[in-house]
C-alpha cells in the first residue's frame, strides 16, 4: 500500500541535464545543453536574417552574449546588439528598441536574458510597425484585436535565466510611467516561434538572482494552481512545475554548475508562464506595485509576500494545498506546506521582509490601491480589497 503523504519519489522520465527534448508546447522548444549552437538554424526557419539582439545591459557584456552573436555572425547574419533594458522596463526603453529596429532595418528579434530582457524584445517585435499606442493593447478583453498582426515580426526566445517563462509566453510586462503601474502587454504573435531553453546558459547568474528567478517560477505554479478558474490541463502543468521548483532551486542555489537541476528549474519556468493562464492572484497584484515603485527584483518580491498571501487565501485553498503536500510527500497539509515554503525561502536567501527591500510604510496606501488594480487580482481565490491590501503590506514590511 502506498503512503499517501510520503509517495514514492516521481520519475522524471529520464533525459534531464545531459540528452535534449525538442517539444512543441505551446511553441517549438528545442531543450537541452548545448542547445544555443542552434540559434542560426532557428532563426533561418523563421526567416530572420537581420535580428536586433534584445539583451539587458548588464548582460550585454557577459561572455555569453558575445559568443551567442559570433554564433549568429558566423552564419552570415547581420544581428545588431541593443541592450537599452533595465529591470522592470518602461515605454522609454520600449520606444528605443523600437527605434533601433526600424534604423536597422531588422526583420525579427533574438530577445536573449530574463525575463526583462525577453519581455522587451517580445515587445519590440510587436510594436515595431504598429500604428496605435501599446497602451491600446494592454490585455483587457479583446484589445489585442487592434493589433494589426501582419506586421509583427518573428521573435526567437533565449532565455538565461529560470523564471519568468516568458519564452513559452504571449504577453510583455510594461510599466507605464503615467502611473507608475504595471501593465501586461498582450498578443497571440507575440508567442516566439522558437525558444531555446538551454540550462548551461544559467550556470553564471548570481546567486540572488537564481534565488529570486527560481521563486518567481515557484510563484507562477502555486497562485495558478489556486486560482479558482477550471482548467485542469493548467493545474497539472502547475502542480508538477511546483514539484520540479521545490526540490531542484535549492540545489541550484548551493552547487551553480548542477546542470541537471538547471535543467529542471528551466522546465518548472516555461510551465509556470503556461499554467498561469489559469491565472494568477495577491501574491503578483502585491508585488507588481513595488517593483514598479521601489525597482525590486520581481520574483524576490513575490517571495516575499507568498506566506501572507497564503495565510489570508487559507479558508479558500487549504484542500487544495493539502493535495499539493500530498503529491509532494510533504506531511501536515496547508501548515507543512507552509513550513516547506519558508524552508525553500530560507535555502534561496530570500529577504525576510519589504522593508528588508527599502521599502517604506508611508507608500502602503498608494500601493494597495494599486495591487487592487492590478489584472492578477482578479484571480485570487478570496477577494483583494484596498483594507486587505494594506494589511497584508504591513504585515510583509
Not at 22 to 41: H, K
Not at 238 to 265: F, H, T, W
Not at 351 to 373: D, F, S, W
Request: aromatic residues 6%; charged residues 15%; contains cysteine.
Amino acid at each position: 500500500m502506498v503512503d499517501k503523504l510520503n509517495p514514492p519519489p516521481i520519475s522524471d522520465g529520464g533525459g534531464w541535464g545531459g540528452e535534449r527534448a525538442d517539444w512543441s508546447y505551446p511553441t517549438t522548444v528545442r531543450f537541452g545543453a548545448g542547445r544555443i549552437a542552434e540559434l542560426p538554424e532557428v532563426c533561418a526557419e523563421a526567416g530572420i536574417k537581420r535580428p536586433l539582439f534584445v539583451t539587458d545591459s548588464g548582460l550585454s557584456q557577459a561572455p555569453i552574449t558575445a559568443r551567442t552573436l559570433d554564433l549568429l555572425k558566423k552564419a552570415g547574419m547581420q544581428p545588431s546588439l541593443f541592450c537599452e533594458v533595465e529591470s522592470n522596463p518602461g515605454e522609454k526603453h520600449l520606444a528605443a528598441g523600437v527605434a533601433a529596429f526600424c534604423a536597422g532595418g531588422h526583420d525579427g528579434v533574438v530577445a536573449f536574458g530574463g525575463g526583462s530582457g525577453l519581455d522587451l524584445g517580445k515587445l519590440t517585435a510587436f510594436m515595431a510597425r504598429q500604428e496605435r499606442p501599446v497602451w491600446d493593447f494592454e490585455d483587457i478583453g479583446d484589445c489585442w484585436k487592434l493589433a494589426n498582426p501582419a506586421v509583427i515580426a518573428p521573435i526567437i526566445a533565449v532565455p538565461t535565466t529560470a523564471g519568468t517563462g516568458s519564452e513559452v509566453g504571449r504577453a510583455g510586462v510594461l510599466t507605464n510611467p503615467a502611473t507608475n503601474a504595471k501593465k501586461i502587454i498582450f498578443h497571440p504573435k507575440m508567442l516566439p516561434a522558437t525558444a531555446i531553453c538551454d540550462p548551461e546558459l544559467t550556470v553564471a547568474m548570481p546567486r540572488a538572482i537564481t534565488a529570486g528567478t527560481g521563486m518567481d517560477a515557484f510563484a507562477h505554479c502555486l497562485e495558478a494552481f489556486c486560482a479558482p478558474s477550471f482548467h485542469p490541463m493548467s493545474a497539472g502543468i502547475a502542480l508538477e512545475g511546483m514539484r520540479l521548483a521545490r526540490e531542484n532551486l535549492p540545489r541550484v542555489c548551493a552547487e551553480p554548475g548542477d546542470i541537471p537541476a538547471r535543467a529542471r528549474m528551466m522546465a518548472a519556468a516555461a510551465m509556470g508562464a503556461v499554467a498561469f493562464q489559469k491565472g494568477l492572484g495577491a501574491i503578483h497584484a502585491l508585488s507588481h506595485p513595488v517593483g514598479a515603485l521601489y525597482d525590486t527584483h520581481h520574483g524576490t518580491t513575490n517571495a516575499v509576500v507568498m506566506p501572507a498571501v497564503l495565510l489570508f487565501n487559507r479558508a479558500a485553498i487549504a484542500g487544495r494545498i493539502g493535495a499539493v503536500a500530498a503529491y509532494m510527500g510533504i506531511g501536515g497539509g496547508f501548515d507543512g506546506f507552509l513550513a516547506e515554503v519558508m524552508r525553500l525561502r530560507e535555502a534561496a536567501g530570500i529577504p525576510k521582509t519589504l522593508g528588508a527591500m527599502g521599502v517604506a510604510a508611508g507608500r502602503i496606501g498608494e500601493m494597495a490601491k494599486m495591487a487592487v488594480q492590478d489584472p492578477t487580482a482578479a484571480g485570487n481565490p478570496v477577494p483583494l480589497t484596498v483594507a486587505a491590501a494594506e494589511s497584508l503590506y504591513r504585515e510583509c514590511l
